[in-house]
């Protein structure tokens, strides 16, 4: 199955501890991305790396690291887990950077839940 | 500031009535729109891009640059187009797709 895909899909925890969500896809693109779905919905982009470099940082706090071992992969670590950071997070990926015509792949997302 | 609205959280129509889920944007130059279309319990997807001015699903959406809208529309709304829909402008200053809120359309039979 050629697609984006995420682990965990699901993930509870307790505020303070420190998680990593997984994100891998086999689709050859260059670039890849991580959004934040908040409760109402509202999808924000994160990061973006490009060939392992990060080419987009949002105002994100730097509880927030973005990791690219490989193109294929974007992992994002989260430390010191606050309640606000319960939301589901999207991978997505596209083939090329900064090109406005270029479609995004989303994977299935992550909900994490912050107790 | 580069900035996308969709003004309707909520969208409620019958089954074989027009749809039109409207989107806004306020952008310096001319950037590209796409609608991005989430079901229930599936991944975020595209719908359609303004570019390949294309109809799926019987969706279709025109950029009014004078109006700064890309309105998607319908002419007759299935049940199966219950979803989250989200407009997309690409910010080519920023190399980033900005999303709006999303309206969530409901279909009733």
């Known amino acids: 199955d050629t697609a984006v895909s995420q682990t965990p899909k699901y993930l509870v925890t307790q505020m303070g501890n420190d998680k990593s969500i997984k994100c891998e896809q086999n689709?050859?693109?260059?670039?890849m991305y991580w959004y934040k779905q908040d409760s109402k919905k509202f999808l924000k982009i994160m990061f973006s790396?490009?060939?392992?470099?990060?080419?987009i940082n949002e105002t994100v706090p730097n509880r927030f690291s973005p990791k690219s071992p490989d193109k294929a992969h974007l992992n994002l670590h989260i430390n010191s887990l606050e309640l606000g950071d319960s939301a589901v997070y999207f991978c997505a990926s596209s083939q090329l950077a900064g090109v406005s015509t270029d479609t995004q792949y989303f994977g299935p997302g992550t909900r994490l839940t912050v107790l | 500031a580069q900035r996308v609205t969709q003004p309707e959280k909520l969208l409620s129509v019958f089954k074989g009535a027009p749809v039109e889920l409207k989107c806004n944007y306020s952008y310096s130059g001319s950037p590209e729109l796409f609608w991005y279309v989430q079901y229930s319990r599936q991944r975020l997807q595209l719908l359609l891009r303004?570019?390949s001015r294309e109809s799926i699903k019987g969706f279709t959406a025109d950029l009014n640059k004078g109006e700064t809208s890309f309105h998607l529309k319908k002419p007759f709304a299935q049940e199966e187009d219950s979803a989250m829909y989200y407009c997309a402008p690409f910010h080519t200053g920023g190399f980033k797709t900005i999303f709006g809120a999303g309206t969530r359309l409901f279909v009733k039979a």
């Open positions: 790396y490009n060939n392992k470099e990060l080419i």
């Open positions: 303004h570019i």
């Open positions: 689709l050859g693109h260059d670039t």
